[in-house]
């Protein structure tokens, strides 16, 4: 076992000769695999502070091992690498979602605010300005990603306006005023979570949005 889910993210492991296989342990024993992980890919890619998924060795099976901060250098430049990376991430990100929902049906508000933080940490890791969030808010496609209404949505953040945490941006999108305000709403709402979704703010975290989890930018 190279590491099991709600592991804590230490190093990044290069298959250098085997076949590891990721996935998440299901009930009863039943497996969801992710992927299979051969010579020359990456495994432990993506933005969590924990394991969202279990990786296990099929064969036997060498892996190189880096510094979970190397992760940029690493994938920068190898198209291969940045394409394990992206669905590393989108993973993760449906995962975050999920146990979001799942925790905050009742409480959306903690909900949207989680969303953001991870929007302004993802342009933070990508190098925009971490208080501005260019996607698209009319257009439904982040209303659903949170399960909420459109009506909902605008609600929400017409609330987050009113608390003094964002403002409209236009034509851009939205500015985050108080992000470290965002993140304790956020925190407010993963208290229950596991570990990673803790105080810590984490599920304000992500250091990419995948166009396939249909958070829409302003162009799409």
């Known amino acids: 076992m190279l590491f099991s889910e709600g592991d804590r993210k230490t190093h990044l492991y290069r298959v250098e000769s085997g076949a590891i296989c990721v996935y998440v342990p299901g009930w009863k024993g039943h497996?969801?695999?992710?992927?299979?992980?051969f010579p020359g890919d990456l495994v432990g890619l993506g933005f969590l502070e924990h394991h969202a998924s279990s990786a296990r060795a099929m064969v036997e099976t060498r892996v190189s091992c880096f510094h979970r901060d190397a992760q940029a250098d690493l994938v920068e430049g190898d198209p291969r690498a940045e394409a394990k990376l992206a669905d590393a991430v989108e993973r993760e990100f449906e995962s975050r979602r999920d146990r979001l929902v799942e925790s905050g049906r009742a409480r959306p508000l903690e909900r949207v605010?989680?969303?953001l933080t991870a929007l302004s940490r993802n342009n933070t890791i990508e190098g925009r300005d971490p208080?501005?969030?260019t996607d698209s808010w009319q257009c439904g496609t982040i209303a659903n990603f949170?399960?909420?209404?459109v009506d909902g949505l605008a609600s929400i953040l017409v609330e987050l306006e009113g608390r003094g945490l964002?403002?409209?941006?236009p034509p851009l999108g939205l500015r985050l005023k108080d992000v470290e305000g965002l993140e304790k709403l956020a925190a407010g709402l993963c208290s229950s979570e596991a570990p990673e979704a803790a105080a810590s703010g984490e599920a304000g975290?992500?250091?990419?949005?995948?166009?396939?989890?249909?958070?829409?930018?302003a162009d799409a």
């Open 31 to 37: 497996r969801d695999v992710s992927e299979f992980v």
């Open 113 to 115: 605010a989680a969303f």
């Open 131 to 133: 208080c501005l969030i």
């Open 146 to 149: 949170l399960t909420l209404s």
């Open 166 to 169: 964002i403002e409209p941006c």
């Open 205 to 217: 975290t992500c250091p990419r949005r995948p166009s396939r989890l249909g958070v829409a930018h």
